[in-house]
């Protein structure tokens, strides 16, 4: 792992999301239509996996496609799509070499075909790689998962699968789509923006949040290094008081 000067590489969050935000502003700004904002975002994208891969970060999770967004104009929607399967086959062979593993949270079977196939090709290119997990979260909505979990848990109740007397946070914890990820430690969000926008609801409940005033174009690997040194100054209490943290050594 790449040594980052003043980052503690013993307090690197092992899971980070970013709400990438801002790409359509950013375009306006620039006189350009909408999608122009989408595609510069890529570059964003690489140069925050390249950080967390330096930074020695296990799992990044990225708002890549909300439910909410194919509320949007068509034309954005699909240009959106045709970007996605452009971007993932131009990126798979370069995944794998540096050893990242794509995985996708969401409802992706409602994906266009062309998209699904494209995602599930790589998924399954780069699916034994171990240095990174990278997480496409696509038709992806927080409320959404956590139903679709109650459903499942129902289901295996209803079968006499499991006890509901032994069901409990842990246990439903399982049935979301983020299950097999490490925990969620640190949330960003481009433009400005301050709220969570139905993303990782569940996972954030004790995740730092990171506000930066950059657009997603704009995002460099600076920027993400300056988030996890905002993230190791401050104090995880998870209800304790910081008397009983430094008590045991935290």
């Not at 700004?29 to 570059?43: A, C, E, S, T």
């Not at 970007?83 to 540096?98: A, G, N, P, Q």
């Not at 996708?104 to 171990?130: R, V």
Request: charged fraction near 30%; charge should be positive; glycine fraction near 6%.
């Amino acid at each position: 792992m790449k040594v980052i000067p003043n980052i503690d590489a013993k307090r690197v969050p092992s899971h980070v999301a970013i709400i990438m935000d801002g790409n359509g502003r950013w375009a306006s700004l620039m006189g350009k239509p909408r999608i122009f904002g989408h595609k510069n975002g890529v570059q964003a994208v690489r140069e925050s996996l390249e950080a967390s891969v330096e930074a020695g970060v296990k799992c990044l999770t990225l708002y890549a496609f909300s439910t909410e967004n194919w509320n949007r104009p068509a034309g954005e929607v699909n240009a959106l799509m045709t970007l996605l399967v452009k971007t993932i086959r131009s990126e798979v062979d370069k995944l794998d070499e540096k050893g990242v593993c794509l995985n996708a949270i969401g409802d992706i079977s409602k994906l266009p075909a062309k998209t699904y196939n494209a995602l599930i090709e790589a998924i399954e290119k780069t699916k034994n790689n171990k240095k990174i997990r990278l997480v496409l979260a696509l038709n992806y909505s927080g409320r959404w998962d956590i139903s679709q979990a109650g459903g499942k848990l129902s289901r295996f109740i209803s079968e006499n699968k499991i006890d509901p007397n032994q069901v409990d946070e842990s246990m439903f914890s399982q049935f979301l789509s983020t299950a097999e990820f490490p925990e969620l430690e640190l949330l960003i969000r481009t433009s400005g923006e301050q709220r969570l926008s139905n993303f990782l609801l569940w996972e954030s409940a004790y995740a730092e949040f990171y506000f930066s005033e950059k657009f997603w174009p704009e995002f460099r690997k600076e920027d993400f290094f300056d988030a996890i040194l905002d993230f190791q100054k401050r104090e995880r209490r998870f209800g304790k008081t910081g008397e009983q943290l430094k008590a045991i050594g935290r």
